[in-house]
């Protein structure tokens, strides 16, 4: 109650009053400022003068829209922190842009430059006595030079010739036109391609119009590495890309130094590849066969790296006796086992199927055959089963020739065999049509039946013999 009684004394707070009650001692704030008090008296004593607060109107007036001629459309914008008496256009420099300013370009002679699409904007040279000042660069603002790696200026400067040029800016380039981890992604891209097409050239082609000599030893590194990850047949084929890129794009020394930055990876690929040593081992001394890699590289290493193990594997593998006709067929003939081995694979496979006529079994053991280029012999084996197993007379049913053309017009559907394959395997039938006669009489009648089979269900598109 006592709090209540001494706010009921408490003297009511007013404009008058209230300077006093924050200051009791008299010296009260005014309620109006001093300007506008002599704003006020003006206005009083003297109306005809003009007065601060109607010019304070008058230049707030200044930026509102008016009509510049009475009873047209026509107006008068005028933006506000624009001499339109000069220029007549909004200037968007007095822009702040947005964070007060801070994402603001100035124009205050820094490194910074205004890029326009025209071309370079406000360009002002180094100063002479600057440290970073080259006369060459510098007397042109339009030479620049485009580059990816650290040594392009201390080439350029050199007076080294530039590695290549770039169409787009019209710039000399000097050091490689891609980076380190687009060239990695290129280099992956064209081995798995010729993992495809067995073209060795295209991939030469390839590394030479990325013109990025200084990552050459990382060709070496991406090939071998993508050679681990799959069969003996692409094994093959990256030891044969290895000897046409040498000499040229891959030099002796880019060729050995990839190699040694393999061999220094070799626990990380361990990890992903259990037997990546003898693999590693095998393509090395493969490479010393081929006249790749010299021997001496072999015997330069101290077992002071983490990969020497995998050079004490070449070395046994080039101690053996034969070793050269040996490690030419290290990975097999190309599709990683012996021709003979695979033509008995692919007769198992077939008497397989015939007896329990499921075609996707019979699909997958062929492509666990990863022999694409030698699929004619699987044509060409699995008609010739098929006559044999109808019997030495021709029947007006062959249910086994039947079955067969089911089999190749499925693997071809499933782009697990191609067209071509399939018109080679029955080529090759004709040719050796004299002596299958030998063993099944009615053979050049059931070719026949085969051939219009072929066509007739669309996996077969070569004109008939006897047209």
């Known amino acids: 109650m006592a709090s209540q009684t001494e706010f009921s004394k408490r003297p009511e707070v007013t404009v008058d009053t209230m300077g006093k009650v924050h200051n009791p001692s008299g010296q009260g704030i005014a309620a109006f400022s001093a300007k506008k008090k002599t704003t006020t008296s003006t206005t009083t004593n003297t109306p005809t003068t003009p007065t601060t607060i109607e010019t304070t109107h008058k230049q707030q007036n200044e930026h509102q829209t008016r009509k510049i001629e009475e009873g047209s459309a026509r107006r008068n914008i005028t933006r506000k922190k624009t001499d339109s008496s000069t220029t007549g256009n909004y200037d968007s420099r007095n822009k702040k842009h947005g964070g007060a300013g801070k994402g603001k370009w100035l124009n205050d002679g820094s490194d910074h430059l205004h890029i326009l699409k025209g071309g370079i904007e406000n360009y002002e040279p180094l100063d002479e006595n600057d440290p970073l000042y080259v006369a060459d660069e510098d007397a042109d603002p339009s030479s620049f030079i485009l580059s990816s790696h650290e040594t392009a200026d201390e080439l350029r400067i050199s007076g080294a010739q530039p590695s290549a040029y770039d169409a787009d800016n019209d710039k000399a380039v000097y050091g490689p036109m891609l980076t380190l981890t687009e060239f990695k992604i290129r280099v992956s891209d064209a081995v798995r391609e010729y993992f495809d097409s067995s073209d060795a050239d295209e991939v030469v082609r390839c590394i030479d119009e990325m013109k990025c000599r200084e990552y050459h030893p990382e060709v070496v590194k991406r090939a071998i590495s993508l050679g681990l990850d799959a069969g003996p047949r692409e094994r093959e084929l990256i030891s044969r890309l290895l000897a046409c890129l040498h000499p040229n794009p891959l030099s002796d020394d880019c060729l050995e130094l990839g190699f040694e930055v393999l061999l220094d990876s070799m626990d990380d690929l361990v990890i992903d590849i259990p037997d990546a040593k003898a693999m590693v081992g095998s393509f090395l001394a493969r490479a010393v066969v081929d006249e790749v890699v010299a021997p001496a590289f072999l015997s330069n290493r101290n077992n002071s790296h983490p990969g020497d193990c995998v050079v004490e594997k070449a070395v046994q593998l080039l101690s053996r006796e034969h070793c050269t006709a040996r490690l030419e067929k290290v990975w097999g003939p190309g599709d990683g086992r012996p021709v003979s081995e695979l033509k008995n694979a692919m007769d198992q496979l077939l008497k397989e199927y015939l007896l329990s006529r499921e075609l996707d079994e019979a699909a997958s053991c062929v492509r666990e055959l990863k022999a694409k280029h030698f699929h ?42 191609s067209e071509f394959q399939v018109a080679k395997g029955v080529q090759r039938l004709e040719k050796i049509l004299p002596d299958l006669k030998l063993d099944v009489p009615a053979a050049p009648g059931m070719l026949d039946e085969f051939e219009t089979l072929a066509r007739e269900q669309g996996f077969l598109h070569i004109p008939s013999s006897k047209a």
Do not use: P, T, W, Y
């Open 376 to 417: 004619h012999e699987l044509v060409k084996r699995g008609v010739k089963i098929a006559m044999e197993e109808d019997g030495r007379d021709h029947a007006s049913k062959s249910s086994s020739l039947d079955a067969m053309a089911a089999l190749f017009k499925f693997l071809v559907q499933n782009s697990i065999v």
